[in-house]
């Protein structure tokens, strides 16, 4: 029973075109985020949303459109994809209120060709 | 700017032995620090975290040091064993660890142990 899911796995795709990445989490969290692993290994956040409002937007590009149907769910849309965007993103949720870690999924391996 | 530093890219230990990995921080505004494992094609697995009302936090094999006045935390892990060969993150945030905020990520370290 995986705690944060996210489908697909890899994605691989032209340059130009639109994709979605789900995320779903089973751990009762009230906040989920998306983060994205460049070439230089570093993990840096893009969003975070809780209660399905959006609470951080780090200065990344209106073409990447987070949205929450609800509480358990992140899905992360992006449009008109370009080759910088190949990276690793990973969906992480957590509590708020309650200290405690943040919880990964796997990742999504976005590859532009 | 990187606000999380981990200095070493790998770190080589033997079976046994003492790893101990280092992170540095600059924003004094950071108040929980936590430290994930991550193996290939997964996701960061969260270790240990420690709030900055402590100096050191242990559980089982690992622990954590903070030195407020440094900036800096380290992971101890004794005795280091095969399985624990990863890639290890040292994460900070500025809400002790229950606001909606991201985290700040090192680069990692990757720990090898050997036989």
């Known amino acids: 029973d995986t705690a944060v899911s996210q489908t697909p796995k890899y994605l691989v795709t032209q340059m130009g075109n639109d994709k979605s990445i789900k995320c779903e989490q089973n751990l009762g969290h009230d906040t989920m985020y998306w983060y994205k692993q460049d070439s230089k290994k570093f993990l840096k956040i893009m969003f975070s949303y809780n209660n399905k409002e959006l609470i951080i937007n780090e200065t990344v590009p209106n073409r990447f459109s987070p949205k929450s149907p609800d509480k358990a769910h992140l899905n992360l849309h992006i449009n008109s994809l370009e080759l910088g965007d190949s990276a690793v993103y990973f969906c992480?949720?957590?509590?708020?209120?309650?200290?405690?870690?943040?919880?990964f999924g796997d990742g999504t391996r976005l590859s532009i060709l | 700017d990187q606000q999380v530093k981990q200095n070493s890219p790998s770190l080589s230990v033997q079976e046994g032995r003492i790893s101990i990995l280092n992170c540095d921080y600059t924003?004094?505004?950071?108040?929980?620090f936590l430290w994930y494992k991550k193996y290939p094609a997964e996701g960061p697995t969260f270790l240990i975290s420690i709030s900055s009302i402590k100096d050191k936090n242990e559980d089982g094999r690992f622990t954590v040091f903070l030195n407020k006045s440094a900036k800096h935390l380290s992971l101890h892990i004794v005795p280091s064993q095969p399985g624990d060969s990863a890639v290890y993150f040292c994460?900070?945030?500025?809400?002790?660890?229950?606001?909606?905020?991201?985290?700040?990520f090192g680069k990692g370290t990757h720990l090898i142990i050997q036989p």
């Open positions: 924003n004094s505004m950071f108040d929980y």
């Open positions: 994460a900070a945030s500025a809400r002790s660890g229950g606001g909606a905020d991201g985290l700040t």
């Open positions: 992480a949720s957590s509590q708020v209120n309650a200290p405690g870690p943040q919880h």
